[in-house]
Each structure stands twice: as C-alpha cells, then as structure tokens.
C-alpha cells in the first residue's frame, strides 16, 4: 500500500498501526515522506525497526502527494495497490475481505464504504456508501470513491500514474482514466476504512478543492465548458450531501 506523508507526527503511527493489525499478512507499506518539518520522519524510522515489511522513502525536494504517490507505485512489487493517506485508518479486516472479493469476481478496481472521522479519530455516524458499481460517467457527477479504500489490480491494469502538475484532483483524475479504459469500479459493500475530517479541509482547502476538480474536467479529461458546467453542479451538491450534518 502506498502512504505519501507530510507533517503528519500527530496521526502516521496510527495510521501505520492500522496497517500492522491487519489480519492479511502479506503486505508491504511503502511511506514516502515528502520533506517532512516535524517528527514525522522519526516516527515512521522507529516503526520500521520493528516491522520490516515497511519501507521509507524520502523525496529529495517537496512535491506534493501525487508525486509521493508515484514514487511509491514505482517501488510497489505486489500484484495489488492500495492507498492510505497518512492520518486515516482501515479496519483489521481491510486487505483481506478486498483482496478476497477481487479474487473471487476477478475485479481489476475496487472500493469499499468508509466512516469519516473526527480530527481527534472520534468517530461520527456519517458512512460514505457507494452504488454496487460504477462507470466514468458516474463518476464525473459523484466525489464517491474514497482513495482510502480503493484497491487496483496492476496485473490488469498496467503501470498507473498520477498528474501532479496540472493543479487537478490527481486521485479522482486517476479514477476517471480507469474508467474510461473500461476498467469500472466494483464496491465491496462494507465498512473497511476511516477518513479523517480535518478542521485545515473545513475552511480554506474547499475553494482549493473545487478549482482542482474545475480543472480535472477541464484538462485531464478535455470536457467542454458547458459539459463541465453541468457535471461541476453535481459533483459539488453531492460533495456537500456527503459532508454535510456531521
């Protein structure tokens, strides 16, 4: 699985020890610290002392979390990728029901519901619950796919990469170019993953957040003004049903 970590000296040990507890064991945690200025990288040192199947990389420069992400994807060997952000958590039973599931109905991109989570990991009773599957055209109209809880066969797909250079939202464009290759999602319907609600996302990140995604359409996927338009609207009205009474 890959983790791109900044900062993050206040959540990365439990999040690699929700990593540690899970109950499939052949696994491999790459963390790729992006230069971090806290402890961050002093945390993850002390936990692969004591696990060797995490691996730390660090970048040489700051360059953001697609960047990390793909030189995490660069090292993966494993027939499978997963992605978990650096304060966000997975059940026990995560790798194993997913891994089981894309095994069984032979899926070459999976994803799971997720509960969101307080900064403090408090959990609220908002459960993020996708349809059974989805195609690109879904997807352009829905932000319900959590990089959490997502899993790609390599073996099916190829080599992935994300755009980190364009100022979009590289994990949704990653998605849109799977599904448009015809590689749809599949969702195992229960809740596997946690993600972290932070008060930094709250505030000034939305604006942010909804020009990445303007220009995801825009330049990642070649939409015309007024197509982008329409999708843009529903996009955001479900963003906001989804966060919304927290």
């Known amino acids: 699985m890959v983790t791109p970590c900044y900062n993050s000296a ?82 026990p039973e995560k790798l194993y029901k997913q891994v089981k599931f894309m095994e069984e109905n032979d899926l070459s991109f999976s994803f799971t519901n997720y509960r969101i989570i307080k900064e403090t990991g408090e959990r609220t009773n908002k459960v993020v619950i996708g349809p059974k599957s989805l195609d690109y055209y879904y997807l352009l109209k829905n932000t319900i796919i959590g990089t959490l809880t997502v ?10 990469k994300m755009v980190g250079n364009l100022n979009c939202t590289e994990d949704f464009a990653l998605w849109l170019v799977l599904l448009k290759k015809g590689h749809n999602a599949h969702r195992l319907n229960e809740e ?45 009205f479900n963003a906001y049903r989804k966060h919304a009474k927290l």
């Open 151 to 160: 899993m790609l066969n390599i073996e099916k797909i190829g080599p992935i």
């Open 10 to 91: 206040f959540t990365i040990k439990e999040t690699i020890d929700s990593v540690i507890s899970q109950t499939y064991e052949n696994w491999e945690h790459i963390i790729v610290d992006d230069c971090s200025k806290d402890n961050s990288t002093n945390i993850i040192v002390d936990e692969l002392a004591h696990e060797p199947r995490i691996k730390l990389i660090k970048m040489k420069s700051n360059s953001g979390a697609a960047e990390a992400r793909n030189m995490a994807i660069e090292k993966a060997k494993g027939k499978y990728i997963a992605f978990l952000d650096s304060d966000d958590l997975w059940h």
């Open 192 to 236: 596997l993953a946690y993600y972290r609600k932070s008060k930094q996302s709250d505030s000034g990140n939305k604006l942010k957040s909804a020009k990445e995604t303007w220009n995801t359409y825009r330049r990642t996927q070649k939409i015309s003004v007024i197509k982008t338009v329409w999708y843009f609207s529903h996009y955001s």
